[in-house]
C-alpha cells in the first residue's frame, strides 16, 4: 500500500503535465522476483540473528487514462531460468520475466508510456532498460533541463527532494517548482564493494546530498575520488564535503543521468 500511494505521489509530482491523477480503472500486480536470505538481522541489526527469511518482489501495472504506469520494475529478467540464484546478500530469483507478464495483459514495453522508480535499489530498477520510450518519472525535470528541482512546502516554506506531491511533515500539497544545488553537502554516504544486480560494477560510492536550497537530501552516485584505500576514501567523502551535480550528455531520464563530484578549489 505504501508503495502504491508512492506511485500516485510521484504521478502527481513528476512534472505540471501529469498532474491529473484521476482516471485509474485498471491495476495489475506483477511477480517481480523473490529470494530466500539466509540471515533476517540484514535488515533488523542484533534482532533474528541467523534466522532466514523470504522476501518478494512486486511490480504494479496501472492502467490511467493518460496511459500505463509501471511502478518498479524488478530483479533483471536475465535472471530467469537459471538455476543458481543471483550472487550477493540477496539471493534474487526470477520464476517469470517482467516482459512475460506483460505481454500475458496483451501490453507491449512501448505501450508503457511511465515508469515510477521507489528507489534505486536494483531489485527495482532491473529492467528500466525495457522501457527507453518511457518517462521515468522520478527524474523527468533532470532528463529535460539537466538540472535538479525540488517542491515547496507552502505551509512549511520547506524545499522537498526528490520532488513529492505532498510534504511529509504537514501533509500539505507542494506548490512551485525550486531549482536547487548544483552544490551542496554530504549527509551521508557508502563505499560498495560487492556487486549487486541492476547496479554498476563495484567499487563505487553513493551518497545523500543535501543540495544548496533544498531542505531535504537526494542519493547520487559520487564519482571523483580514489576508492583503493577505503580510510582515505572515507576521508574524502566524510559527511559536510562540498560536491557538484553533473549531468550526462545524453540523458535518458534515470539515476544514472547525473552523478556527483567534489567541489574543486
Same mark, same amino acid.
Given at each position: 500500500? *505504501? ?19 484521476? &482516471? ?8 517481480? &522476483? ?8 540484514? #535488515? ?5 540473528v541467523g534466522?532466514? =527469511? ?7 501495472? =496501472?492502467?490511467?487514462?493518460? &496511459?500505463?504506469?509501471? $511502478? ?7 535472471? *530467469? ?10 539471493? #534474487? ?12 495483459l496483451g ?9 515510477? =522508480? ?12 525495457? *522501457? ?44 512551485? $517548482? ?22 554498476p560494477p ?6 545523500? @546530498? ?7 537530501? =537526494? ?19 566524510? @559527511? ?11 540523458? @535518458? &531520464? ?5 552523478? *556527483? ?5
Amino acid at each position: 500500500m *505504501f508503495r502504491l500511494g508512492l506511485a500516485a505521489l510521484l504521478l502527481t509530482a513528476a512534472s505540471p503535465a501529469v498532474a491529473d491523477t484521476s &482516471g485509474v480503472d485498471r491495476l495489475y500486480v506483477l511477480d517481480c &522476483g523473490a529470494a530466500h536470505a539466509p540471515d533476517q538481522s540484514r #535488515w533488523s541489526p542484533g534482532v533474528n540473528v541467523g534466522q532466514p =527469511i523470504d522476501i518478494v518482489d512486486n511490480c504494479y501495472l =496501472i492502467h490511467h487514462k493518460q &496511459g500505463y504506469l509501471l $511502478w518498479d520494475t524488478g530483479v533483471p529478467d536475465d535472471l *530467469f531460468g537459471k538455476e543458481q540464484p543471483a550472487s550477493g546478500l540477496i539471493p #534474487w530469483r526470477r520464476s517469470k520475466t517482467l516482459a512475460s507478464q506483460l505481454a500475458a495483459l496483451g501490453v507491449q514495453p512501448a505501450d508503457i508510456k511511465f515508469v515510477g =522508480i521507489s528507489h534505486t535499489h536494483g531489485d527495482y530498477v532491473g529492467n528500466v532498460e525495457l *522501457f527507453p520510450g518511457a518517462t521515468v518519472l522520478t527524474y523527468v525535470q533532470l532528463r529535460d533541463h539537466a538540472k535538479l528541482y525540488g517542491k515547496r512546502d507552502a505551509k512549511s516554506g520547506r524545499v522537498l527532494v526528490p520532488p513529492r506531491a505532498f510534504s511529509d511533515q504537514t501533509l500539505e500539497p507542494t506548490t512551485d $517548482w525550486v531549482e536547487v544545488g548544483p552544490g551542496g553537502k554530504i549527509e551521508t554516504f557508502t563505499i560498495t564493494y560487492e556487486e549487486f544486480n541492476g547496479l554498476p560494477p563495484p567499487t563505487y560510492a553513493f551518497g545523500y @546530498i543535501q543540495l544548496d536550497g533544498a531542505d531535504t537530501a =537526494i542519493g547520487g552516485f559520487i564519482r571523483g575520488v580514489d576508492l583503493a584505500d577505503p580510510t582515505a576514501a572515507a576521508q574524502k567523502l566524510k @559527511i559536510g564535503t562540498r560536491v557538484v551535480a553533473r549531468f550526462a550528455e545524453t540523458r @535518458i &531520464g534515470d539515476v544514472l543521468d547525473f552523478w *556527483f563530484e567534489p567541489e574543486r578549489g
